[in-house]
């Protein structure tokens, strides 16, 4: 099911010539190197998403490094290709795990995309707002790139619509307007999905018993997702983080002074 997942979101960006960022987890790769390769060869961009998909803070410091660098060698071995971005599973950076951007500017990240926001039950937090930041480490510089989320006035409420989710559960107009209004402050509309919420008849296909809570909360909205990433394609410029961060060091988008924070 994977792969068959994978393939539906690879032949609708193709199908609207979008090339995207695809955050990999190590134990993926290491089952299917040949689906790697082939979302390499469609020009995509792999980057790494950890290799057990544990959340940070129940790593540590010395477990979270294993990982990041093994992930690093087996994404490069597939792809022959330098990792420089890295999203943590479940948004799972926050205020106390900022330890781990160190070890990510060891390991030669150069961009992340793994603090929410806003704050949940689960995690994020409304320290950080919606622009891109600059984390700035003892070795180098870190390029922050949030999801995107509506905030509410001056206050620290907002709506989530970067992925996942929020996107299955907001109506398709609305998700539209929010990007048309990022668009029009000059903010990124910064876009997540996973291949599984393509995939309406999954709960048919596994194996396993799965919980009535849990086909609800992973399920609901699934039929539309296909449809809602589609009228997002079709209306909005998307492209891989990498290319966003080459425009921004060229002189091509703004960011400002003001968005940095200093980890030492």
Excluded at 15 to 36: C, S, Y
Excluded at 37 to 47: A, F, L, Y
Excluded at 225 to 238: D, E, I, Y
Aim: hydrophobic share 40%.
């Amino acid at each position: 099911m994977c792969v068959e997942n994978i393939r539906k979101v690879l032949d609708l960006l193709e199908l609207f010539n979008v090339k995207a960022t695809f955050f990999v987890q190590g134990m993926v790769a290491e089952r299917f190197p040949g689906l790697i390769e082939e979302i390499d060869k469609r020009g995509h961009e792999i980057q790494s998403h950890g290799y057990s998909h544990r959340a940070i803070r129940s790593l540590g410091l010395k477990a979270f490094g294993w990982e990041l660098l093994r992930t690093n060698e087996i994404l490069e071995g597939i792809t022959g290709k330098k990792i420089t971005g890295f999203r943590a599973p479940d948004f799972s950076i926050g205020p106390d795990e900022f330890w781990a951007f160190e070890i990510l500017s060891e390991c030669g990240i150069k961009f992340d995309s793994s603090l929410f926001p806003l704050k949940t039950l689960r995690y994020g937090s409304s320290l950080f707002g919606k622009s891109i930041y600059k984390i700035i480490t003892s070795h180098n510089t870190i390029y922050e790139i949030p999801v995107s989320v509506i905030r509410i006035g001056n206050s620290n409420i907002g709506i989530p619509i970067g992925g996942g989710g929020y996107v299955r559960f907001l109506p398709e107009r609305l998700l539209l307007s929010f990007m048309g209004m990022l668009q029009k402050q000059g903010i990124p509309y910064v876009f997540y999905c996973h291949p599984y919420e393509f995939n309406p008849y999954e709960w048919n296909q596994l194996p396993q018993k799965v919980s009535a809570v849990y086909r609800f909360h992973q399920g609901l909205g699934r039929r539309s997702m296909m449809r809602k990433v589609t009228a997002l394609l079709q209306n909005g410029r998307f492209g891989t983080v990498s290319h966003f961060l080459r425009q921004i060091q060229s002189g091509g988008e703004k960011l400002g002074n003001e968005n940095s924070f200093h980890i030492s």
